[in-house]
């Protein structure tokens, strides 16, 4: 009788082995690292829920995210609006009050 000798692979969420990337899988474009590695992510503590009020979101929460639940693209937003009104600041209404004193209310 020939023995082989298996090797046990840990599998992670989603069935594929832990280690696994998004980019192993899917073709990705232009994705931050945290997206490429979902073992990064940590799952929430979930305290135990009566199953009669446990919403989906609570459901969807809970589960660790795998290779097939990562985005596979990625386009950032320009954030040049935002570094503008650092420089300038916020807007500050400046127009004739017309609501009653109540100080003294």
């Known amino acids: 009788m020939d023995q082989k000798t298996e090797t046990a692979v840990e599998v992670g969420p989603g069935g594929v082995p832990k280690g696994t990337k998004t ?3 899917y073709r990705t ?4 690292t ?4 979902p073992e990064w992510f940590k799952t ?3 305290k135990p829920q009566h199953p009669m009020y446990r919403t989906t979101a609570q459901v969807y929460g809970s ?3 795998s ?3 990562m985005p596979t693209c990625f386009h950032a937003k320009s954030q ?3 570094q503008n009104l650092g420089v300038c600041g916020m807007y500050r209404n400046h127009s004739l009050n017309t609501a009653p004193d109540r100080a003294g209310i």
Do not use: E
């Open 44 to 46: 929430p503590y979930t």
């Open 29 to 32: 474009d232009n994705i931050p």
């Open 63 to 65: 589960k660790a995210p």
């Open 80 to 82: 040049q609006f935002t």
């Open 34 to 37: 945290r997206f490429d590695n």
């Open 67 to 69: 290779v097939h639940t």
């Open 23 to 25: 980019s192993d899988c």
